[in-house]
């Protein structure tokens, strides 16, 4: 079952993501910045810390990733946050990639069936009021250009060996044979999200193949 990520208080998101577009960059997205810089303190902010490093905004290390620059200029703002969405509900894009366009009841279903959870949970709750929030600051009709650096060098390295060894898989089952002696393969490349869940990749793969590769 997948775990998604949320937040308690939305508002403390809110305003915390409003407060680092406005803010200079710093060397480390720390409690030191947090409180004295965006001048937010008390326990809210402290458990709303994590989720923005789960966003891809911040690298394990603390340092802002590329992601968070891209998502304080006004113009990809938008675009950075739909790729955060992308990120931190992976399992739900995998099984509708137009999740942001479904209805409330719709989005909860999937939530649902993606966690296992029951539908009147305060999970369940608090999973869809964060994706909401989110879902309004976002623009899916286009994306930045790099990817969230979440991972610190050696484990980016080690995932990025993992992803390539599963994509090369996907690409080595699925190579069509047309007539007799034509041998036809194509590759796919895909901008998997950074995560140690496998269950994550099993799911967006079980999607490319139900509805793209047996097509």
Known sequence: MANLP??????????????????????????????????????SARTTMPFVKKMGLVADDGTPTELYKQFRNEKKSRAAIAQCMRL?????????????????????????????????SQVTKLTLATFKVLKEMADFS?????????????ARKEQDETTNALVGRQSREFEPTIGEGINLSYTINLNLP?????????????SLKEHLLQK
Do not use: H
């Open 194 to 206: 950074p995560t140690s869940d496998i269950e994550v990749f099993n799911a967006i793969f079980k």
């Open 6 to 43: 949320y937040v308690y208080a939305t508002g403390t998101l809110t305003t915390m993501l409003a407060k680092i577009k406005s803010a200079a960059v710093p060397p480390s997205f720390s409690q030191d910045f947090v409180s004295t810089t965006l001048l937010m303190k008390g326990g």
């Open 142 to 154: 286009s994306s930045p250009s790099a990817a969230p650096e979440t991972t610190t060098g050696g």
């Open 88 to 120: 931190l509900y992976a399992p739900l894009f995998a099984m509708n990639e137009k999740v942001y366009d479904l209805a409330d009841n719709e989005v909860r279903g999937l939530i649902v069936e993606a966690t296992g959870g029951e539908k009147d």
